[in-house]
Nanobody, 118 residues
């Protein structure tokens, strides 16, 4: 059974850092584009960052320079390093996958809560 499991969320003060991990099982990570999404209360889910197997990563404008997505295909794990966190970064963060040959993100993790206090 294909699974994406996030970890690393928690409570942090503004200006702090967190590193999220997404462990994938029963899929070959190199066949997928991996993305991190987030959803804050009352807001729509938004794409935070994404990275394929080649090429540069994508970042939403408000995350550029603060967040870094990386992937270790050998470990079937994707990471999101978040620095200089702000209270507005508070959200549930989801890992998601879509096949490199196109299509929607159709594999999702259960999410991990990130709370940034001011």
């Amino acid at each position: 059974q294909v699974r994406l499991v996030e970890s690393g969320g928690g409570l942090v003060q503004a200006g702090g850092s967190l590193r999220l991990s997404c462990a994938a099982s029963a899929l070959t990570l190199s066949n997928y584009v991996m993305g991190w999404f987030r959803q804050a209360p009352g807001k729509e889910r938004e794409l935070v960052a994404a990275k394929g197997t080649v090429g540069s990563a994508y970042y939403a404008d408000s995350m550029k320079g603060r967040f870094t997505i990386s992937r270790d295909n050998a470990k079937n794990t994707v990471y999101l390093q978040m620095n200089s966190l702000k209270p507005e970064d508070t959200a549930v963060y989801f890992c998601a996958a879509r096949r490199v040959d196109g299509g929607r993100y159709d594999l999702w993790g259960q999410g991990t809560q990130v709370t940034v206090s001011s």
